[in-house]
């Protein structure tokens, strides 16, 4: 009887899916028109230039963050958007720019280094020259064993790195075997869960460490990249913090690695090395407020009803924010534009969101949906006073509120220049079969595969987090890990035209067909709060 019972539900279950499948409709001639506007008449590599090379890098708080927004703002005006414009979040806090940096060595050798400083670290205020002294601190413990030794020194900060050579190309496509791999979900407890608690007193310790650096009166601190390749490509993010009264004291720069190994190197010998340091940095404090650019496609007889797609406009600064996230930025306009050229009439609004803040922790998206679509309680623990709370489970429960119901889909773009393979369901198995059928027109762009897995670290989350279909598409890494997230590569030149042409044809059709559907995308639950972390105590 069991064996029956599970029968009958198991022909439930799968003719459930083929009604779904034979009940949904692709506009082919629409798709067609999609692809060729994509394709022969593309603006994508114009909005690329624009983006990256007029502008530049867009750290959130920058005056290239404003010029950005604004930006933004006119091009999707001119294309014919309405009600384009700027909404704000926060307060954020300080803004911060490097208008120079120079570091030479003076001594044993005469010798330019390749180097960046810190977001939110000041500069030298001129010229300044020291001798280097090597430091390693993994935990409060290790400050005695540098007090009063470091006044006046320039500290080269860091273990011994193990530098590789570069056997293998950093450049990468998703082979069969691996969107296969891919595709197959993972069941939650597998992997150690992430721990807020644990994140919270790493901010902490680097807190403390940036406060026993000034206490000793040091020059600056001199760090390497992550990684272990090196050749020419440095990693960089911040050394302080953005918000006012926390701002660190102390110069912080990053030092290509074959450079700070070098140095290393002749400390460990116990020869003198002397650097020279001249670094500008400025912080601005006018508006403690940022903002995200929105713009709309009016819909018509469901315009009461909405479909958003974006991405994060901000920026780290030692590259131009190309890959990361100038690639989703450029495509999420290009997507708009191909729509407004056809004059596509959708039944729904179109919304494009480009959101600042993500960089420091999804800060615009959770910002703008807090403000239209729900939020969690506000938390009173160090660190989180005027922060977003969305993606805090423990926080408490979604309060939702009526803009949410409105809203059928938020699709984002933001893992590089790579070309769309498929998407990531975040678990929501009922819109398999719709995005499935969705697909089929991008089987020979090389689309073809849908996982129930979650994917983290884009803005899609903060949509998700109050029970809004949220989707990230799933994209072939090319160099992002490898060479240009958050690098001094992240520049024009590691964007692939051709891709980026595919993912917009993509992301325009899935939003015109998600605008025209007759109902509503499929809503899986609002996760529920956790209760808060236990404090985890030291040994």
């Given at each position: 009887?069991?064996?029956?019972?599970?029968?009958?539900?198991?022909?439930?279950?799968?003719?459930?899916?083929?009604?779904?499948?034979?009940?949904?409709?692709?506009?082919?001639?629409?798709?067609?028109?999609?692809?060729?506007?994509?394709?022969?008449?593309?603006?994508?590599?114009?909005?690329?230039?624009?983006?990256?090379?007029?502008?530049?890098?867009?750290?959130?708080?920058?005056?290239?963050?404003?010029?950005?927004?604004?930006?933004?703002?006119?091009?999707?005006?001119?294309?014919?958007?309405?009600?384009?414009?700027?909404?704000?979040?926060?307060?954020?806090?300080?803004?911060?720019?490097?208008?120079?940096?120079?570091?030479?060595?003076?001594?044993?050798?005469?010798?330019?280094?390749?180097?960046?400083a810190k977001a939110w670290t000041p500069g030298t205020n001129g010229v300044?020259?020291?001798?280097?002294?090597?430091?390693?601190?993994?935990?409060?413990?290790?400050?005695?064993?540098?007090?009063?030794?470091?006044?006046?020194?320039?500290?080269?900060?860091?273990?011994?790195?193990?530098?590789?050579?570069?056997?293998?190309?950093?450049?990468?496509?998703?082979?069969?075997?691996?969107?296969?791999?891919?595709?197959?979900?993972?069941?939650?407890?597998?992997?150690?869960?992430?721990?807020?608690?644990?994140?919270?007193?790493?901010?902490?310790?680097?807190?403390?460490?940036?406060?026993?650096?000034?206490?000793?009166?040091?020059?600056?601190?001199?760090?390497?990249?992550?990684?272990?390749?090196?050749?020419?490509?440095?990693?960089?993010?911040?050394?302080?913090?953005?918000?006012?009264?926390?701002?660190?004291?102390?110069?912080?720069?990053?030092?290509?690695?074959?450079?700070?190994?070098?140095?290393?190197?002749?400390?460990?010998?116990?020869?003198?090395?002397?650097?020279?340091?001249?670094?500008?940095?400025?912080?601005?404090?006018?508006?403690?407020?940022?903002?995200?650019?929105?713009?709309?496609?009016?819909?018509?007889?469901?315009?009461?009803?909405?479909?958003?797609?974006?991405?994060?406009?901000?920026?780290?600064?030692?590259?131009?924010?190309?890959?990361?996230?100038?690639?989703?930025?450029?495509?999420?306009?290009?997507?708009?534009?191909?729509?407004?050229?056809?004059?596509?009439?959708?039944?729904?609004?179109?919304?494009?969101?480009?959101?600042?803040?993500?960089?420091?922790?999804?800060?615009?998206?959770?910002?703008?949906?807090?403000?239209?679509?729900?939020?969690?309680?506000?938390?009173?623990?160090?660190?989180?006073?005027?922060?977003?709370?969305?993606?805090?489970?423990?926080?408490?429960?979604?309060?939702?509120?009526?803009?949410?119901?409105?809203?059928?889909?938020?699709?984002?773009?933001?893992?590089?220049?790579?070309?769309?393979?498929?998407?990531?369901?975040?678990?929501?198995?009922?819109?398999?079969?719709?995005?499935?059928?969705?697909?089929?027109?991008?089987?020979?762009?090389?689309?073809?595969?849908?996982?129930?897995?979650?994917?983290?670290?884009?803005?899609?989350?903060?949509?998700?987090?109050?029970?809004?279909?949220?989707?990230?598409?799933?994209?072939?890494?090319?160099?992002?890990?490898?060479?240009?997230?958050?690098?001094?590569?992240?520049?024009?030149?590691?964007?692939?035209?051709?891709?980026?042409?595919?993912?917009?044809?993509?992301?325009?059709?899935?939003?015109?067909?998600?605008?025209?559907?007759?109902?509503?995308?499929?809503?899986?639950?609002?996760?529920?709060?956790?209760?808060?972390?236990?404090?985890?105590?030291?040994?």
């Amino acid at each position: 009887m069991k064996n029956l019972v599970r029968l009958l539900c198991l022909l439930f279950v799968m003719s459930s899916v083929v009604a779904v499948r034979s009940q949904e409709k692709v506009d082919l001639e629409t798709t067609g028109r999609i692809r060729y506007e994509g394709f022969h008449d593309s603006h994508v590599m114009e909005f690329a230039t624009g983006l990256m090379d007029s502008i530049g890098e867009r750290l959130t708080g920058s005056p290239n963050m404003k010029r950005a927004n604004e930006w933004t703002r006119d091009q999707l005006t001119a294309m014919g958007l309405s009600n384009a414009h700027l909404e704000p979040w926060g307060p954020f806090g300080r803004g911060w720019a490097n208008q120079y940096v120079n570091v030479r060595m003076t001594s044993p050798d005469v010798a330019p280094m390749l180097v960046y400083a810190k977001a939110w670290t000041p500069g030298t205020n001129g010229v300044v020259q020291g001798k280097c002294i090597r430091a390693t601190i993994d935990d409060k413990k290790d400050f005695d064993k540098y007090k009063g030794k470091l006044a006046g020194m320039i500290v080269i900060f860091g273990s011994d790195p193990e530098v590789k050579p570069i056997t293998e190309s950093p450049y990468k496509r998703l082979s069969d075997d691996d969107l296969a791999k891919l595709s197959d979900y993972q069941i939650p407890g597998d992997h150690p869960p992430f721990r807020f608690a644990d994140f919270v007193k790493r901010q902490q310790f680097i807190k403390d460490l940036n406060q026993f650096f000034a206490d000793e009166k040091v020059l600056a601190v001199i760090d390497r990249y992550r990684g272990t390749s090196g050749g020419g490509t440095v990693f960089v993010q911040s050394g302080g913090s953005y918000k006012p009264g926390e701002t660190t004291t102390v110069p912080q720069l990053v030092l290509a690695i074959e450079q700070w190994t070098r140095i290393a190197r002749l400390l460990d010998q116990k020869k003198d090395v002397s650097l020279e340091l001249n670094v500008t940095n400025t912080f601005y404090d006018a508006d403690p407020m940022q903002y995200d650019t929105i713009a709309e496609i009016p819909g018509t007889d469901k315009k009461d009803e909405v479909v958003m797609l974006g991405a994060h406009l901000d920026s780290w600064h030692a590259g131009t924010g190309a890959t990361d996230n100038g690639a989703g930025t450029i495509v999420m306009m290009e997507a708009v534009r191909i729509l407004k050229a056809l004059d596509i009439k959708p039944r729904r609004t179109i919304r494009i969101g480009l959101w600042s803040g993500e960089e420091e922790g999804l800060l615009g998206s959770q910002g703008y949906v807090e403000h239209h679509f729900g939020s969690r309680p506000p938390m009173d623990e160090p660190g989180m006073k005027d922060m977003p709370t969305l993606l805090r489970r423990e926080a408490g429960d979604v309060t939702v509120k009526p803009e949410q119901a409105k809203v059928s889909a938020y699709f984002n773009v933001d893992n590089g220049t790579g070309k769309i393979r498929g998407v990531y369901l975040q678990e929501n198995e009922a819109v398999a079969p719709i995005f499935e059928t969705w697909m089929k027109p991008f089987k020979d762009l090389g689309m073809n595969t849908l996982t129930m897995r979650n994917t983290s670290g884009t803005d899609h989350l903060s949509f998700d987090a109050v029970g809004i279909p949220g989707f990230q598409f799933i994209q072939d890494p090319i160099e992002y890990e490898t060479r240009t997230h958050h690098s001094n590569m992240d520049v024009y030149d590691r964007l692939q035209p051709e891709d980026l042409k595919q993912i917009s044809v993509i992301v325009a059709s899935f939003v015109y067909d998600a605008a025209m559907r007759d109902q509503m995308l499929p809503r899986k639950p609002i996760e529920k709060a956790l209760p808060k972390e236990p404090e985890k105590k030291d040994n």
